[in-house]
Nanobody, 128 residues
Framework: QLQLVESGGGLGQPGGSLRISCSAS????????LGWFRQAPGKEREGGVC????????ASLGPVKGRFTIARNINTNTVYLQMNRLKPVDTAVYYC?????????????????????WGQGTQVTVSS
């Protein structure tokens, strides 16, 4: 049974760092493009960072560019989101996602419609 399980959310300090994880079962993360999305209260779910299925090139959107990075561990079938220089506006539920049907040579996608499988989400709150 395919399952994505996020963990590691919680309270972060402004200017601090957090790392959240997403462990997969039922599929091999190394084969697919992966993304981290987030949804703040009252807002649409938005893309944050992604990584390609081949080569590992990453992409990120403006609000998190230069602060958030994505990495996958093939051995543990886990994808991570490292969040640095946290801001209160980063407060959201964070979701990992798998683009199981995307095999383009383009930059990895950061649109929800490209991702078929989603975790249940983990809350990240940034506050002093």
């Amino acid at each position: 049974q395919l399952q994505l399980v996020e963990s590691g959310g919680g309270l972060g300090q402004p200017g601090g760092s957090l790392r959240i994880s997403c462990s997969a079962s039922g599929l091999t993360l190394g084969k697919y493009a992966l993304g981290w999305f987030r949804q703040a209260p009252g807002k649409e779910r938005e893309g944050g960072v992604c990584t390609r299925n081949r080569g590992g090139a990453t992409a990120s959107l403006g609000p998190v560019k230069g602060r958030f990075t994505i990495a996958r561990n093939i051995n543990t079938n886990t994808v991570y989101l490292q969040m640095n220089r946290l801001k209160p506006v980063d407060t959201a539920v964070y979701y990992c996602a798998v683009a199981a049907m995307w095999f383009s040579d383009d930059v990895c996608p950061l649109t929800r419609s490209k991702y078929e499988y989603w975790g249940q989400g983990t809350q990240v709150t940034v506050s002093s």
